[in-house]
Protein backbone atom coordinates (compact mmCIF):
# COMPACT_ATOMS: atom_id res chain seq x y z
CA UNK A 1 0.00 0.00 0.00
CA UNK A 2 1.09 3.68 -0.72
CA UNK A 3 2.30 5.73 2.18
CA UNK A 4 1.59 9.62 3.27
CA UNK A 5 5.09 11.56 4.04
CA UNK A 6 5.04 13.67 6.59
CA UNK A 7 7.39 16.41 6.62
CA UNK A 8 7.47 18.71 10.00
CA UNK A 9 10.57 20.22 12.47
CA UNK A 10 8.33 20.01 14.53
CA UNK A 11 8.92 16.14 15.78
CA UNK A 12 5.50 16.04 18.52
CA UNK A 13 3.24 17.38 15.52
CA UNK A 14 5.11 15.30 12.44
CA UNK A 15 3.99 12.36 15.41
CA UNK A 16 0.56 13.43 16.05
CA UNK A 17 -0.03 13.41 12.66
CA UNK A 18 1.19 10.04 12.06
CA UNK A 19 -1.14 8.69 15.03
CA UNK A 20 -4.49 10.37 13.15
CA UNK A 21 -3.77 9.29 9.79
CA UNK A 22 -3.31 5.66 11.54
CA UNK A 23 -6.14 5.84 13.57
CA UNK A 24 -7.85 6.24 9.73
CA UNK A 25 -6.12 3.17 8.22
CA UNK A 26 -3.25 5.02 7.02
CA UNK A 27 0.09 4.71 6.80
CA UNK A 28 2.75 7.33 7.32
CA UNK A 29 6.45 7.84 7.83
CA UNK A 30 7.49 11.07 9.26
CA UNK A 31 10.91 13.41 8.83
CA UNK A 32 11.96 16.09 10.39
CA UNK A 33 13.55 18.25 7.71
CA UNK A 34 13.23 19.25 4.04
CA UNK A 35 16.48 17.84 2.88
CA UNK A 36 15.30 14.17 4.02
CA UNK A 37 11.40 14.83 2.75
CA UNK A 38 12.78 15.21 -0.66
CA UNK A 39 15.54 12.34 -0.63
CA UNK A 40 12.57 10.17 0.37
CA UNK A 41 9.63 11.37 -1.71
CA UNK A 42 12.27 10.60 -4.47
CA UNK A 43 11.99 6.82 -4.03
CA UNK A 44 9.87 5.45 -6.81
CA UNK A 45 5.99 4.91 -5.96
CA UNK A 46 6.45 4.83 -2.27
CA UNK A 47 4.18 8.04 -1.17
CA UNK A 48 1.10 9.09 -2.60
CA UNK A 49 0.93 12.47 -0.67
CA UNK A 50 3.46 14.62 1.01
CA UNK A 51 1.98 16.22 3.80
CA UNK A 52 4.38 19.19 4.56
CA UNK A 53 5.01 22.10 6.73
CA UNK A 54 5.52 25.66 5.55
CA UNK A 55 7.98 26.94 8.12
CA UNK A 56 11.32 25.00 8.33
CA UNK A 57 14.56 25.81 8.77
CA UNK A 58 16.71 24.09 6.51
CA UNK A 59 14.61 23.95 3.48
CA UNK A 60 11.40 25.41 3.47
CA UNK A 61 8.03 24.01 2.61
CA UNK A 62 7.40 25.52 -0.75
CA UNK A 63 10.82 24.15 -1.84
CA UNK A 64 10.06 20.51 -0.74
CA UNK A 65 6.77 21.44 -3.38
CA UNK A 66 8.73 22.07 -6.23
CA UNK A 67 11.15 19.36 -5.71
CA UNK A 68 8.42 16.88 -4.96
CA UNK A 69 6.81 18.05 -7.96
CA UNK A 70 9.71 18.34 -10.35
CA UNK A 71 10.96 14.46 -9.30
CA UNK A 72 7.15 12.89 -9.60
CA UNK A 73 4.12 15.29 -10.56
CA UNK A 74 1.56 12.09 -9.52
CA UNK A 75 2.04 12.71 -5.84
CA UNK A 76 -0.03 15.15 -4.53
CA UNK A 77 1.19 17.79 -1.96
CA UNK A 78 -0.19 19.33 0.99
CA UNK A 79 0.41 22.18 2.81
CA UNK A 80 0.14 22.94 6.60
CA UNK A 81 0.34 27.11 7.64
CA UNK A 82 -0.12 28.44 10.59
CA UNK A 83 -2.34 31.60 11.53
CA UNK A 84 -0.77 34.51 9.40
CA UNK A 85 1.35 32.87 6.49
CA UNK A 86 -1.86 32.11 4.79
CA UNK A 87 -0.53 34.07 2.01
CA UNK A 88 2.08 32.06 1.27
CA UNK A 89 -0.18 28.78 1.23
CA UNK A 90 -1.76 30.45 -1.77
CA UNK A 91 1.28 30.60 -3.46
CA UNK A 92 2.24 27.27 -2.69
CA UNK A 93 -1.58 26.19 -4.21
CA UNK A 94 -0.28 28.30 -7.08
CA UNK A 95 2.76 25.91 -7.43
CA UNK A 96 1.20 22.84 -7.79
CA UNK A 97 -0.31 21.75 -3.98
CA UNK A 98 -3.14 20.30 -4.14
CA UNK A 99 -4.72 21.68 -0.44
CA UNK A 100 -3.36 23.41 2.47
CA UNK A 101 -4.37 23.12 6.19
CA UNK A 102 -4.24 25.77 8.77
CA UNK A 103 -2.67 24.67 11.84
CA UNK A 104 -3.71 23.82 14.30
CA UNK A 105 -6.35 22.42 12.96
CA UNK A 106 -9.33 19.74 13.73
CA UNK A 107 -8.75 16.33 13.22
CA UNK A 108 -11.18 15.59 10.75
CA UNK A 109 -10.18 18.68 8.76
CA UNK A 110 -7.08 16.81 7.65
CA UNK A 111 -8.77 13.40 7.49
CA UNK A 112 -11.51 15.13 4.91
CA UNK A 113 -8.62 16.29 2.82
CA UNK A 114 -6.63 13.32 2.62
CA UNK A 115 -9.81 11.31 1.84
CA UNK A 116 -10.78 14.08 -1.44
CA UNK A 117 -7.16 13.84 -2.53
CA UNK A 118 -7.01 9.73 -2.57
CA UNK A 119 -10.44 9.75 -4.09
CA UNK A 120 -9.11 12.01 -7.13
CA UNK A 121 -5.63 9.92 -7.41
CA UNK A 122 -8.04 6.73 -7.88
CA UNK A 123 -10.56 8.22 -10.50
CA UNK A 124 -7.71 9.10 -12.19
CA UNK A 125 -5.96 6.09 -12.33
CA UNK A 126 -9.07 4.64 -13.26
CA UNK A 127 -9.25 6.98 -16.42
CA UNK A 128 -5.40 6.31 -17.19
CA UNK A 129 -6.39 2.79 -17.32
CA UNK A 130 -9.57 3.10 -19.38
CA UNK A 131 -7.24 4.99 -21.50
CA UNK A 132 -4.62 2.56 -22.08
CA UNK A 133 -6.86 0.01 -22.38
CA UNK A 134 -8.99 1.62 -25.58
CA UNK A 135 -5.57 2.95 -27.76
CA UNK A 136 -4.38 -0.66 -26.78
CA UNK A 137 -7.74 -1.92 -28.05
CA UNK A 138 -7.27 0.21 -31.36
CA UNK A 139 -3.37 0.18 -31.56
CA UNK A 140 -2.20 -2.86 -29.99
CA UNK A 141 0.48 -1.44 -28.44
CA UNK A 142 3.29 -0.72 -30.82
CA UNK A 143 1.33 -1.88 -33.90
CA UNK A 144 1.56 1.63 -36.08
CA UNK A 145 -1.25 3.02 -38.24
CA UNK A 146 -4.45 4.60 -38.73
CA UNK A 147 -4.90 3.88 -42.68
CA UNK A 148 -8.46 2.52 -43.55
CA UNK A 149 -5.88 -0.83 -44.44
CA UNK A 150 -4.56 -0.79 -41.17
CA UNK A 151 -7.83 -0.08 -38.98
CA UNK A 152 -9.25 -3.28 -41.10
CA UNK A 153 -6.12 -5.35 -39.50
CA UNK A 154 -7.01 -4.09 -36.09
CA UNK A 155 -10.36 -5.08 -36.89
CA UNK A 156 -9.42 -8.56 -37.65
CA UNK A 157 -6.84 -9.03 -34.73
CA UNK A 158 -9.22 -7.91 -32.19
CA UNK A 159 -11.93 -10.10 -33.41
CA UNK A 160 -9.74 -13.59 -33.81
CA UNK A 161 -7.37 -13.27 -31.03
CA UNK A 162 -9.55 -14.76 -27.96
CA UNK A 163 -11.14 -17.50 -30.52
CA UNK A 164 -9.13 -20.66 -31.38
CA UNK A 165 -8.98 -20.19 -34.60
CA UNK A 166 -6.15 -21.02 -36.62
CA UNK A 167 -4.32 -18.04 -38.20
CA UNK A 168 -2.09 -17.41 -41.79
CA UNK A 169 -0.48 -14.17 -41.88
CA UNK A 170 0.74 -13.44 -45.59
CA UNK A 171 2.59 -10.16 -46.76
CA UNK A 172 5.84 -8.99 -47.96
CA UNK A 173 9.26 -8.91 -46.24
CA UNK A 174 8.75 -6.50 -43.59
CA UNK A 175 5.48 -5.07 -43.77
CA UNK A 176 4.53 -6.84 -39.74
CA UNK A 177 3.19 -10.47 -39.92
CA UNK A 178 5.95 -10.86 -37.05
CA UNK A 179 4.52 -8.05 -34.86
CA UNK A 180 0.40 -9.01 -35.78
CA UNK A 181 1.25 -12.87 -34.92
CA UNK A 182 2.57 -11.52 -31.28
CA UNK A 183 0.06 -9.13 -30.79
CA UNK A 184 -3.05 -11.74 -31.31
CA UNK A 185 -1.26 -13.76 -28.99
CA UNK A 186 -0.85 -11.35 -26.33
CA UNK A 187 -4.72 -10.54 -26.60
CA UNK A 188 -5.91 -13.70 -26.27
CA UNK A 189 -6.21 -15.82 -23.38
CA UNK A 190 -2.83 -17.72 -23.76
CA UNK A 191 -1.04 -14.70 -22.90
CA UNK A 192 0.10 -16.26 -19.99
CA UNK A 193 1.53 -18.89 -21.45
CA UNK A 194 4.57 -19.26 -24.17
CA UNK A 195 4.58 -17.05 -27.84
CA UNK A 196 7.20 -19.74 -29.85
CA UNK A 197 8.49 -18.72 -32.81
CA UNK A 198 9.86 -21.24 -35.43
CA UNK A 199 11.37 -19.72 -38.69
CA UNK A 200 10.98 -22.94 -40.25
CA UNK A 201 13.44 -21.55 -43.56
CA UNK A 202 16.03 -21.53 -42.09
CA UNK A 203 16.26 -25.56 -40.78
CA UNK A 204 16.62 -28.35 -43.00
CA UNK A 205 13.70 -30.66 -43.33
CA UNK A 206 15.26 -33.18 -40.41
CA UNK A 207 16.44 -30.59 -38.21
CA UNK A 208 13.00 -28.75 -38.77
CA UNK A 209 11.12 -32.03 -38.03
CA UNK A 210 13.17 -32.69 -34.45
CA UNK A 211 13.22 -28.90 -33.76
CA UNK A 212 9.11 -28.68 -33.94
CA UNK A 213 8.20 -32.33 -32.62
CA UNK A 214 11.45 -33.25 -30.94
CA UNK A 215 13.06 -36.41 -30.78
CA UNK A 216 14.63 -39.19 -28.95
CA UNK A 217 18.69 -39.70 -28.14
CA UNK A 218 19.84 -41.93 -30.93
CA UNK A 219 16.97 -41.65 -33.36
CA UNK A 220 19.94 -40.03 -35.95
CA UNK A 221 23.31 -39.38 -36.26
CA UNK A 222 23.62 -36.55 -33.89
CA UNK A 223 20.73 -37.03 -31.71
CA UNK A 224 23.15 -37.26 -28.81
CA UNK A 225 19.84 -36.84 -26.18
CA UNK A 226 15.99 -36.87 -26.10
CA UNK A 227 14.97 -32.84 -27.33
CA UNK A 228 11.49 -32.00 -26.35
CA UNK A 229 10.69 -30.38 -29.53
CA UNK A 230 9.31 -26.45 -29.80
CA UNK A 231 5.29 -27.76 -30.09
CA UNK A 232 5.57 -29.02 -26.55
CA UNK A 233 7.46 -25.61 -25.26
CA UNK A 234 4.35 -23.90 -26.67
CA UNK A 235 2.05 -26.17 -24.81
CA UNK A 236 -1.24 -23.91 -23.82
CA UNK A 237 0.41 -21.10 -26.22
CA UNK A 238 1.01 -20.32 -29.46
CA UNK A 239 3.32 -21.24 -31.79
CA UNK A 240 4.53 -19.00 -34.86
CA UNK A 241 5.96 -20.77 -37.82
CA UNK A 242 7.53 -18.29 -39.85
CA UNK A 243 7.95 -18.81 -43.73
CA UNK A 244 5.76 -21.77 -43.65
CA UNK A 245 5.88 -21.69 -47.88
CA UNK A 246 8.78 -24.19 -48.03
CA UNK A 247 8.31 -26.57 -45.50
CA UNK A 248 8.52 -30.28 -47.18
CA UNK A 249 5.78 -32.51 -47.96
CA UNK A 250 7.20 -34.72 -44.95
CA UNK A 251 6.67 -32.35 -42.08
CA UNK A 252 3.67 -31.27 -43.77
CA UNK A 253 2.02 -34.05 -43.14
CA UNK A 254 2.88 -34.02 -39.45
CA UNK A 255 1.58 -30.79 -38.94
CA UNK A 256 -1.75 -31.52 -40.09
CA UNK A 257 -2.18 -34.04 -37.58
CA UNK A 258 -1.40 -32.01 -34.83
CA UNK A 259 -4.17 -29.49 -36.44
CA UNK A 260 -6.58 -32.38 -36.92
CA UNK A 261 -5.76 -34.18 -33.75
CA UNK A 262 -3.31 -32.07 -31.26
CA UNK A 263 -1.15 -34.55 -31.42
CA UNK A 264 1.76 -36.02 -32.60
CA UNK A 265 4.98 -38.36 -32.40
CA UNK A 266 8.81 -37.20 -31.82
CA UNK A 267 11.27 -38.28 -33.97
CA UNK A 268 12.24 -42.20 -33.23
CA UNK A 269 9.28 -42.51 -31.01
CA UNK A 270 5.94 -44.07 -31.85
CA UNK A 271 4.77 -42.42 -28.55
CA UNK A 272 1.33 -40.12 -29.38
CA UNK A 273 2.17 -36.79 -27.55
CA UNK A 274 -0.88 -34.62 -26.63
CA UNK A 275 -0.32 -31.04 -27.16
CA UNK A 276 -3.23 -27.94 -26.75
CA UNK A 277 -1.70 -25.28 -29.18
CA UNK A 278 -2.75 -22.23 -31.56
CA UNK A 279 -1.19 -21.84 -34.54
CA UNK A 280 -0.28 -18.89 -36.52
CA UNK A 281 1.60 -19.35 -39.64
CA UNK A 282 3.51 -16.72 -42.07
CA UNK A 283 4.41 -16.69 -45.45
CA UNK A 284 5.81 -13.81 -47.97
CA UNK A 285 4.74 -16.84 -50.98
CA UNK A 286 1.73 -17.28 -52.45
CA UNK A 287 0.79 -20.09 -50.78
CA UNK A 288 -1.99 -20.94 -53.36
CA UNK A 289 0.32 -21.11 -55.93
CA UNK A 290 2.20 -23.85 -53.81
CA UNK A 291 -0.98 -25.69 -53.63
CA UNK A 292 -1.26 -25.48 -57.18
CA UNK A 293 1.55 -26.93 -58.13
CA UNK A 294 1.21 -29.30 -55.36
CA UNK A 295 4.10 -28.65 -53.79
CA UNK A 296 1.62 -27.30 -50.51
CA UNK A 297 -0.63 -29.62 -49.10
CA UNK A 298 -4.30 -28.38 -49.99
CA UNK A 299 -5.78 -29.60 -46.65
CA UNK A 300 -3.18 -28.41 -44.68
CA UNK A 301 -3.90 -24.88 -46.70
CA UNK A 302 -7.22 -24.80 -45.69
CA UNK A 303 -6.65 -25.94 -41.83
CA UNK A 304 -4.57 -23.21 -41.62
CA UNK A 305 -6.40 -20.73 -43.54
CA UNK A 306 -9.69 -20.51 -41.41
CA UNK A 307 -8.60 -16.69 -40.86
CA UNK A 308 -6.67 -14.86 -43.15
CA UNK A 309 -4.11 -11.48 -42.43
CA UNK A 310 -3.28 -9.92 -45.29
CA UNK A 311 -0.71 -7.25 -44.80
CA UNK A 312 -0.38 -4.53 -47.23
CA UNK A 313 3.14 -3.48 -48.34
CA UNK A 314 3.84 0.19 -47.29
CA UNK A 315 3.64 1.55 -50.60
CA UNK A 316 -0.31 0.91 -50.64
CA UNK A 317 -0.76 2.56 -47.44
CA UNK A 318 1.65 6.11 -47.55
CA UNK A 319 -0.50 7.79 -45.44
CA UNK A 320 0.95 5.95 -42.19
CA UNK A 321 3.92 7.11 -43.15
CA UNK A 322 3.99 10.52 -41.05
CA UNK A 323 2.97 8.23 -38.24
CA UNK A 324 5.16 5.37 -38.49
CA UNK A 325 8.19 8.19 -39.18
CA UNK A 326 7.67 10.03 -35.69
CA UNK A 327 6.94 6.47 -34.00
CA UNK A 328 10.47 5.43 -35.75
CA UNK A 329 11.83 8.90 -34.80
CA UNK A 330 11.37 8.94 -30.94
CA UNK A 331 12.30 5.06 -30.29
CA UNK A 332 15.91 5.77 -32.20
CA UNK A 333 16.08 9.07 -30.58
CA UNK A 334 16.00 7.37 -27.41
CA UNK A 335 18.13 4.41 -28.31
CA UNK A 336 20.84 6.88 -29.83
CA UNK A 337 20.64 9.56 -26.80
CA UNK A 338 19.57 12.28 -29.72
CA UNK A 339 17.24 14.98 -30.15
CA UNK A 340 16.02 14.94 -33.67
CA UNK A 341 12.60 16.55 -34.22
CA UNK A 342 11.06 15.94 -36.99
CA UNK A 343 11.29 15.51 -40.73
CA UNK A 344 11.13 18.16 -43.38
CA UNK A 345 8.36 18.89 -45.48
CA UNK A 346 10.37 17.88 -48.53
CA UNK A 347 12.03 14.61 -46.74
CA UNK A 348 8.35 13.78 -45.84
CA UNK A 349 7.46 13.93 -49.74
CA UNK A 350 10.50 12.27 -50.72
CA UNK A 351 9.50 9.21 -48.03
CA UNK A 352 5.98 8.88 -49.04
CA UNK A 353 7.19 8.40 -53.22
CA UNK A 354 8.87 5.89 -52.29
CA UNK A 355 7.76 2.39 -53.00
CA UNK A 356 9.57 0.71 -50.25
CA UNK A 357 10.68 -2.86 -51.20
CA UNK A 358 11.47 -3.36 -47.99
CA UNK A 359 8.48 -2.44 -46.09
CA UNK A 360 8.34 -0.81 -42.62
CA UNK A 361 11.57 -2.39 -41.63
CA UNK A 362 13.30 -0.47 -44.69
CA UNK A 363 11.14 2.39 -43.30
CA UNK A 364 12.77 1.92 -39.53
CA UNK A 365 15.96 1.26 -40.87
CA UNK A 366 15.99 4.85 -42.85
CA UNK A 367 14.90 6.65 -40.06
CA UNK A 368 17.34 5.30 -37.65
CA UNK A 369 20.49 6.12 -40.03
CA UNK A 370 18.96 9.38 -40.64
CA UNK A 371 18.74 9.68 -36.75
CA UNK A 372 22.49 8.72 -36.18
CA UNK A 373 23.90 11.16 -38.75
CA UNK A 374 21.76 13.97 -38.66
CA UNK A 375 23.86 17.21 -37.87
CA UNK A 376 20.37 19.12 -37.22
CA UNK A 377 17.36 18.62 -35.53
CA UNK A 378 15.37 18.15 -38.98
CA UNK A 379 16.17 15.30 -41.01
CA UNK A 380 16.34 16.60 -44.62
CA UNK A 381 16.14 14.95 -47.96
CA UNK A 382 20.20 14.10 -48.06
CA UNK A 383 19.91 12.59 -44.97
CA UNK A 384 17.83 9.83 -46.45
CA UNK A 385 19.79 7.67 -49.16
CA UNK A 386 17.26 5.65 -50.25
CA UNK A 387 18.13 2.26 -52.32
CA UNK A 388 16.01 3.31 -55.45
CA UNK A 389 15.64 7.07 -55.50
CA UNK A 390 13.01 7.52 -57.85
CA UNK A 391 9.62 5.79 -58.21
CA UNK A 392 8.76 5.03 -61.75
CA UNK A 393 11.54 4.52 -63.87
CA UNK A 394 9.48 3.39 -67.06
CA UNK A 395 10.95 -0.06 -66.75
CA UNK A 396 8.82 -0.23 -63.26
CA UNK A 397 5.64 0.98 -64.67
CA UNK A 398 3.93 -2.90 -65.34
CA UNK A 399 1.86 -5.40 -64.38
CA UNK A 400 -0.64 -3.33 -62.82
CA UNK A 401 -3.71 -1.32 -63.37
CA UNK A 402 -3.65 1.45 -66.07
CA UNK A 403 -4.79 3.99 -63.29
CA UNK A 404 -2.68 3.14 -60.79
CA UNK A 405 0.33 3.37 -63.28
CA UNK A 406 -0.81 6.64 -64.52
CA UNK A 407 -1.65 7.99 -60.69
CA UNK A 408 1.94 7.42 -60.12
CA UNK A 409 3.41 8.75 -62.92
CA UNK A 410 1.04 11.72 -62.43
CA UNK A 411 2.05 12.18 -58.30
CA UNK A 412 5.79 12.36 -59.35
CA UNK A 413 5.43 14.56 -61.74
CA UNK A 414 3.72 16.94 -59.32
CA UNK A 415 6.22 16.38 -56.71
CA UNK A 416 9.11 17.15 -59.47
CA UNK A 417 7.37 20.46 -60.41
CA UNK A 418 6.36 21.44 -56.89
CA UNK A 419 9.87 20.98 -56.13
CA UNK A 420 11.48 22.27 -59.27
CA UNK A 421 9.62 25.83 -58.45
CA UNK A 422 10.26 25.64 -54.69
CA UNK A 423 6.32 24.68 -54.18
CA UNK A 424 4.91 27.44 -55.74
CA UNK A 425 1.39 26.69 -56.58
CA UNK A 426 0.65 29.18 -58.80
CA UNK A 427 3.87 28.32 -61.00
CA UNK A 428 3.03 24.80 -60.90
CA UNK A 429 -0.28 25.12 -61.88
CA UNK A 430 0.77 27.20 -64.92
CA UNK A 431 3.64 24.59 -65.87
CA UNK A 432 1.45 21.71 -65.92
CA UNK A 433 -1.73 24.16 -67.17
CA UNK A 434 -3.85 22.94 -64.97
CA UNK A 435 -5.99 24.61 -62.93
CA UNK A 436 -5.13 25.70 -58.84
CA UNK A 437 -8.27 24.27 -58.09
CA UNK A 438 -6.98 21.25 -59.34
CA UNK A 439 -3.73 21.02 -58.79
CA UNK A 440 -5.23 21.44 -55.06
CA UNK A 441 -7.39 18.30 -55.87
CA UNK A 442 -4.55 16.34 -57.10
CA UNK A 443 -1.75 17.36 -53.49
CA UNK A 444 -4.69 15.98 -51.74
CA UNK A 445 -5.58 13.23 -53.76
CA UNK A 446 -2.04 11.87 -53.90
CA UNK A 447 -1.49 13.02 -50.64
CA UNK A 448 1.68 14.87 -51.19
CA UNK A 449 3.01 16.49 -47.76
CA UNK A 450 2.41 20.25 -48.39
CA UNK A 451 5.90 21.99 -48.88
CA UNK A 452 6.41 25.56 -47.80
N1 LIG B 1 2.54 -1.20 -38.17
C1 LIG B 1 3.75 -1.14 -37.60
N2 LIG B 1 4.02 -0.22 -36.67
C2 LIG B 1 5.24 -0.15 -36.12
N3 LIG B 1 6.26 -0.95 -36.41
C3 LIG B 1 6.06 -1.89 -37.33
C4 LIG B 1 4.80 -2.05 -37.97
N4 LIG B 1 4.89 -3.07 -38.83
C5 LIG B 1 6.15 -3.52 -38.74
N5 LIG B 1 6.87 -2.83 -37.85
C6 LIG B 1 8.30 -3.03 -37.52
O1 LIG B 1 8.97 -3.38 -38.71
C7 LIG B 1 9.89 -4.42 -38.50
C8 LIG B 1 9.54 -5.61 -39.35
O2 LIG B 1 8.35 -6.23 -38.86
P1 LIG B 1 8.20 -7.81 -38.79
O3 LIG B 1 9.46 -8.46 -38.36
O4 LIG B 1 6.98 -8.12 -38.00
O5 LIG B 1 7.95 -8.09 -40.34
P2 LIG B 1 7.78 -9.46 -41.11
O6 LIG B 1 6.60 -9.30 -41.97
O7 LIG B 1 7.79 -10.59 -40.14
O8 LIG B 1 9.07 -9.47 -42.02
P3 LIG B 1 9.86 -10.74 -42.67
O9 LIG B 1 8.96 -11.33 -43.68
O10 LIG B 1 11.05 -10.09 -43.30
O11 LIG B 1 10.18 -11.64 -41.54
C9 LIG B 1 9.88 -4.71 -37.02
O12 LIG B 1 10.90 -3.99 -36.39
C10 LIG B 1 8.52 -4.21 -36.59
O13 LIG B 1 8.54 -3.83 -35.24
MG1 LIG C 1 9.26 -12.13 -39.91
Request: net charge negative; with cysteine.
Amino acid sequence: MKKILVVDDDTAMGEMCKELLKSKGYASDVVASGTEAIEKASMDGIYTIVLTDLVMPDIDGIEVLKKVKQQNPNIDVVVMTSYGTVTNAVEAMKLGASDYITKPFKRDELIIIIEKILQLQRLEGEVDRLRSELSEKYTFGNIIGESPKIKKIFEIISNVSNTEANILIQGETGTGKELVARAIHYNSARKDYPFIKVDCAALAETLLESELFGHEKGSFTGATRDRIGRFRTADHGTIFLDEIGNISLAVQAKLLRVLQDSEFEAVGSDEPIKVDVRIIAATNANLEEHVEKGLFRRDLFYRLNVIRILLPPLRERIDDIPMLVSHFLSIHNKKNRKNVEGVSRETLNKLMSYTWPGNIRELENVIERAVILCKGKIVEPVDIPLYQEKTGSLQDLSGKPLQVLMDQVERQIIINTLESTGADKEKTAKILQISRASLYNKINKHKIAEML
